[in-house]
């Protein structure tokens, strides 16, 4: 593939700098418009759509005007020209947010009677359910000078994660360390799982010690913007009275608390097959006891595969075919129009992700290096980008951006999609009883380890609401209890790993990752459904794409076929994990 073609084409959203600039420019305008409607809201229907359409307008601009700054930076985040167009967005838009903070408490304050007329009024029908979201969060909406100090502070308040993003993504050096050939390889965030891969168990421990030792020299800083960003959400919890952070943040999805923690329930029901696979996991290494730096090696490294990212993208065509000819069109446009950042390389920001906006392409970046682990990856990333693409060409903006709480499925249903096409299509039995590996790696990765990590993150959020302070000792005896909890005996652990909490992003999303774990659990289901044929499940899955925000997530997901709201996905998942981990025993003779 022609190397120009290995990059993302962000001047498809801007052709340069200038144009950037122009459209950077007229964000105030536009939040000067918004905001002359201030004090009408309660005038009539008409001028309340008039109020939301320049809010629009508002946003959406932002949006665009921000995921390129962003982009940009993400493609060198030691480029100062980059980072400081990011701080300059972040910087307008604090000083905007009081421009905003009027509109919530101005509808709250409009009387129920009132209200309830223009909810029922032909102007506002497109708006009535985002209107009733809204309201529904009428308890924890504050005053308007309270919103307006609130929105002030937001890129104050946002310092912790910037703090983290560039501790960990641009500053921070690994150096060097010997891979399984004796060669001296930089280690980055990009090429760790690589070493966490080999098949050689003196390679991996030498990068896992390398890489842990350096988080464990800045263990304090670390703990401190962690500690600050979770006393951050406690804090607005608090303020716009929740019962808790955990409370705060489901809220916005219209989730109960009960959602997750019926998940942690359930996995601490389900460790039985997980231990099992540890254990088959050790006899097949021929170990007295598994480290955690055993966890990423195939358990046959002689099957281990590399693929070209052209062999990843005619493998990721192919298992999607299942998902129709209209899909693999629309899929073929990733590739064709260059919504792909392929390459790693020094300064690009470490993992992958789907980003973009409603005026751009749905672009995606990686960090790609060859192992079948990245196949699988563009696989996920692709599924975020196509509900993206199908969301944003069927919804109105107001209404294409989709929950979090579903980001997941439509990445993790790809992803399944993927292996049973390989599996399928996989005569070596060697390579079969890898790829078996691999799910089941991908499962206690995507359902056990992202349930430990909601865990600890709830643990966090409680303890810091009692007043506990977040310090690096208990961070670290707090997390190595955990993984030794989820892991179980056939387990016995390096210390270094008890500072992981130090290296994951999402521990900044407040309460993001159990969506991983109920996301997969929905992609289980429904893979299996498209791979059925099944016509009506096929267009039901083609609904939960194209419905972005336009119901409750839940909904969306029953709709699909999905009932979230209760603990049988997970519990089916953690069947279907045990299925897996069965066949592999009798795929390699256990």
């Given at each position: ?62 949006e665009k005007v921000y995921s390129y700054a962003h982009l940009r930076s993400d493609e060198n985040t030691a480029d100062n020209a980059n980072r400081a167009r990011v701080d300059r967005v972040q910087s307008r838009f604090a000083e905007l947010a009081p421009l905003e903070t009027w509109f919530d408490p101005e509808i709250m304050a409009i ?480």
């Amino acid at each position: 593939m022609d190397t120009s073609q290995m990059t993302w084409d962000l001047e498809a959203l801007y052709p340069d700098a200038e144009a950037w600039e122009r459209d950077f420019e007229r964000i105030p305008g536009l939040a000067e418009k918004f905001a002359s409607f201030r004090g009408r809201l309660g005038e009539s229907p008409a001028v309340l759509r008039q109020a939301i359409e320049a809010s629009d307008a508002f946003d959406r601009l932002s949006e665009k005007v921000y995921s390129y700054a962003h982009l940009r930076s993400d493609e060198n985040t030691a480029d100062n020209a980059n980072r400081a167009r990011v701080d300059r967005v972040q910087s307008r838009f604090a000083e905007l947010a009081p421009l905003e903070t009027w509109f919530d408490p101005e509808i709250m304050a409009i009387p129920e009677e009132r209200m309830n007329a223009f909810l029922a009024s032909p102007e506002l029908a497109f708006y009535r359910r985002s209107l009733e979201e809204l309201l529904r969060e009428r308890p924890h909406t504050l005053s308007e000078p309270e919103e307006r100090l609130l929105g002030s502070l937001s890129d104050v308040m946002g310092a912790p994660d910037r703090t983290f993003e560039m501790l960990n993504d641009a500053d921070l050096d690994f150096g060097r360390v010997k891979d399984e050939k004796g060669r001296s390889v930089v280690l980055t965030h990009g090429n760790f799982r690589r070493f966490l891969e080999s098949g050689d168990r003196a390679t991996r421990k030498r990068a896992f010690r390398r890489l842990y030792k350096c988080y464990g020299k800045l263990r304090n800083t670390f703990a401190s913007t962690l500690d600050a960003t979770v006393k951050r959400h406690a804090a607005q919890a608090r303020i716009r009275h929740y019962d808790s952070s955990l409370a705060a943040a489901l809220s916005g999805d219209n989730v109960p608390e009960q959602v997750y923690r019926n998940l942690i329930s359930a996995v601490h029901g389900g460790f039985g097959p997980f231990y099992d696979y540890m254990k088959l996991r050790r006899e097949v290494m021929g170990l007295d006891k598994l480290d955690m730096y055993d966890m990423y090696n195939p358990l046959l490294p002689a099957c281990r595969r590399e693929y070209s990212f052209a062999e990843a993208e005619r493998l990721v065509k192919a298992a999607l075919a299942p998902l129709g000819e209209d899909y693999a069109q629309k899929l073929s446009l990733a590739f064709t129009q260059r919504w792909i950042d392929v390459p790693a390389r020094k300064g690009k920001r470490s993992g992958a992700y789907s980003g973009g906006c409603y005026d751009s392409y749905p672009y995606v970046l990686l960090n790609y290096d060859s192992t079948l682990n990245d196949v699988f990856t563009l696989a996920h990333e692709l599924g975020h980008s196509m509900h993206s693409f199908y969301s944003n060409s069927s919804q109105e903006y107001h209404y294409a951006d989709y929950e979090i709480f579903v980001a997941e499925v439509a990445s993790t249903t790809n992803e399944i999609l993927l292996f049973e096409y390989l599996l399928e299509n996989a005569s070596d039995p060697g390579f079969r009883a890898f790829l078996l590996g691999h799910l089941a790696d991908e499962i206690r990765g995507t359902i056990y380890r992202q349930t430990m990590f909601s865990e600890f993150e709830l643990d966090m959020h409680e303890a810091s609401e009692k007043g506990t302070p977040l310090s690096a000792d208990w961070l670290s005896e707090r997390y190595f209890e955990l993984n030794k909890l989820y892991y179980g005996p056939e387990v016995e652990p390096d210390p270094l790993i008890s500072l992981e909490w130090a290296r994951i992003p999402h521990f900044y999303y407040d309460f993001y990752v159990y969506k991983y774990a109920t996301g997969m659990s929905a992609a289980l289901k429904l893979a299996a459904g498209l791979r059925s044929g099944d016509a009506a499940g096929r267009e039901a899955y083609f609904g939960f794409l194209r419905a972005g925000d336009s119901k409750d997530v839940l909904d969306i997901m029953r709709d699909a076929g999905v009932d979230l709201a209760t603990p049988e996905p997970v519990g089916d998942a953690l069947d279907y994990f045990a299925g897996i981990v069965g066949r592999l025993r009798r795929e390699l003779g256990k």
